[in-house]
């Protein structure tokens, strides 16, 4: 019989695992325990002792069950991020007090846009549910999955043109119910969850990284760009190379994708003379600054007319337009000043800051790979959104997350959060045992 | 649950951390060979209960201080113990703090002139 099957030896393991609730970890702890205790046994042995009583003094020597399990039980508990919790919900606290602040500026203006303020409640209520339901879920059960949510989002980016609304020239709305969701934000969250299942960056050779470069990177980018919307092309080529820089890719053959994204922007910009002076009419602004300039002469003005604290709720501004989503941040600080807004900016790139943090906590492939694109995401977004309204940036469409109005991107916002949580809440609750971790912990 | 936190809390401020971190600068171990190992080198100064050792390599895991790994060794699967950049940082620092403290009684009792 061998030792660690012997019922005394079995009776500590247990009683220390009896004070570790979450039972995942149990065998990993007991297969460790028993490793350590028929080390001390054989010690013991060789010099002399008889079985029975090796047993009997190697279990003696490792204390009190209780305080071990104690012990090991403070070391694998979930564990929550509140601070990225808590920076969501100011944010999106901040959204609904504008939506509130743009409602009573639309009344005023009588343009027949109110119920924002509504409607985003909604939005964010709905969004808050699915970040709890994620939350707890454990996000490891997504992984075998991947490929499908992978195949799911190109499907829904090659077939969009032929059932979406078109809308200024972009079909990208589908309609259903009463609801319409945005193709291209659900197409690029399947489209990471797909991306993070894949092999590890570092095991894989310059014909693989081709391969995969081709598959996960060019096809969903050109599809994004011919349904013409640039802005999730370009968040979901810094997602993908954020997944393979948290997978260690080898650094020359990073240098070779971002060269690749490099070469492929520039042809697009020099393909389409109505693309180039569109996305690179922020750096004439000056020479145009009521035609292709306007945007950056409207939101610069509105900052400059914001001064140090701003002129009050619900101030009627009338040149910025769309004052719920393009020039929110702007009208912000039109409304609250210098002080706030800079508040405001540093509250987004704070909470990007914190999603680069949870990615470096956490502890398997398949976690490191999604937090790592979904900090890419929003860290793309936020400095967009923010680089955008003083002119260091093309104007998009691009939403600072959480705050700008919005069905599908509040709710997807709030589910990203979701997996965030979840990875973070799971980080000390992973066997080692676990095959992937362990090759790679070899390295 | 807080109490547990406390009880983790003072494990890493202890001397036994810093001991189980410089010892595993030396070389990744796994815990029975690390204890032996601390044993030894404090010429049995160190001997506490040797079940002990595990919320500590536990609880300086989640803390990103040490890293660990099942690997099979003389035909026996073991989980070793490797010190990171992170947990090296930490030793420099504490060691810092040792050097001042050893410093400064040194001066209060030499004073004393013995």
Redesign the interface.
Known sequence: MRIRERIEVQQFAAS?CEHVKTGEMHK??K???Y??I???VETMMMSGASEEDAIRRAIQ?????T??G????????PRTEWGLLILVLLLAGTGIFMMFNVDTVYKKLENGMYGLLDKQLFFAGTGIAIMAAFWFFDYRRLKRWSELFFAAGLVLLAISPLVAIKVNGVSAWIGIASLVIYVPRMAIILLIIGLSGMRPAYQLGWKEIALQFIFRGLLPVILFMQMGVYTEGVIYMAALVAVLVRMRIRWTQLVGILMAWIGLLLVTLYSSERLRDRLLSFMYAKDDPLGDGYYYTSTLKAIQDGDWWGNGFSAVNDWLSYIHTDTLLPYFIYCFGWVAGGGLIAMAVSFFYRTIKVSK?AREPFGQGLTAAIAALFMVQISWSVLMIIGLAPFTGVRLPFVSFGGTNTVTDFLLLGLLLSVYRR??IIP??SSS??RQ??R | ?EA??K??KE?LKGSTAVLVLTTLAKQDQ????LIREIERQSEGVFA?????L???L??L??E?WV?????VHDG????YY?ITDKGKQHVKERKAEWQLFRTAVDRVIGEGGV
């Open positions: 220390v990993e702890i297969a460790e325990l490793g350590h028929e080390d001390h020597a490792m204390g009190d069950p305080a071990i104690k012990g090991l039980h403070a070391a694998h508990r906590k980080k000390d080692r045992g971790t362990a912990a070899i | 649950m547990n936190m009880v983790n494990l796994y815990g029975y060979e506490f209960k040797e079940g002990t595990y919320p500590i536990h609880t895991e989640a990103g890293e660990s790994y099942w690997q026996r699967k073991r989980k490797r």
